[in-house]
T-cell receptor, first 114, second 111 residues
Framework: NAGVTQTPKFRVLKTGQSMTLLCAQD?????MYWYRQDPGMGLRLIHY???????AKGEVPDGYNVSRLKKQNFLLGLESAAPSQTSVYFC?????????????FGDGTRLSIL | KNQVEQSPQSLIILEGKNCTLQ??????????LRWYKQDTGRGPVSLTI?????NTKSNRRYTATLDADTKQSSLHITASQLSDSASYIC??????????FGSGTKLNVKP
């Protein structure tokens, strides 16, 4: 049982390049989330999804897009990468809306934008 | 403003000693409070979830307390082990998909 798997684990991009981060979960969870973690700050929510085919904006959505075509996958896209998007990106999932459900996190994607 | 403040920012203790980490919050409305452990280079892992009516919750050597009146929580680690070296993150939920994360306390347990 892999839990939440993120690919790639590391990536270096040049400003203006695009890329997609993949998150896959095998726990049949309905809810999935994308966060970014920056030094000295708490995790910040970028986008989330409450089920297959749905997405919603979080606290810091600008510059990112997401898609949830399959229940088990949640993709995060950067259309035109900027140095301010250098961060560690975490995907998480939970069984339901999260009020009393723990979030299960992947091990992160470390992204550097030069 | 909804905020979660954790103290200390970092802590060094000797193996076998106890320690207590603090979390103060100003989040409203309050749904529940969570503690996560994040090992270096890994994602956070849930330790406890406490609702308004719960004062204490334990998970092995980890004991979390919650005072909803003063909006404070603590995480007590008993008989620390080297494997306890990690960042501990306090998260307060204000309801449906509304989570406020603290910046964490980095604990270093030395032999």
């Amino acid at each position: 049982n892999a839990g939440v798997t993120q690919t790639p684990k590391f990536r270096v991009l040049k400003t203006g390049q695009s890329m997609t981060l993949l998150c896959a979960q095998d726990m049949n969870h309905e809810y999935m989330y994308w966060y970014r973690q920056d030094p000295g700050m708490g995790l910040r929510l970028i986008h989330y999804s409450v089920g297959e085919g749905t997405t919603a904006k979080g606290e810091v959505p600008d510059g990112y897009n997401v898609s949830r075509l399959k229940k088990q996958n949640f993709l995060l896209g950067l259309e035109s990468a900027a140095p301010s998007q250098t961060s560690v990106y975490f995907c998480a999932s939970s069984l339901y809306g999260g009020e009393y459900q723990p979030q299960h996190f992947g091990d992160g994607t470390r992204l550097s934008i030069l | 403003k909804n905020q979660v403040e954790q103290s200390p920012q970092s802590l060094i203790i000797l193996e076998g000693k106890n320690c207590t980490l603090q979390c103060n919050y100003t989040v409203s409305p309050f749904s529940n409070l969570r503690w996560y452990k994040q090992d270096t280079g890994r994602g956070p892992v849930s330790l406890t979830i406490m609702t308004f009516s719960e004062n204490t919750k334990s998970n092995r050597r980890y004991t979390a307390t919650l005072d909803a009146d003063t909006k404070q929580s603590s995480l007590h680690i008993t008989a620390s082990q080297l494997s306890d070296s990690a960042s501990y993150i306090c998260v307060v939920s204000a309801g449906f998909n509304k989570f406020y994360f603290g910046s964490g306390t980095k604990l270093n347990v030395k032999p």
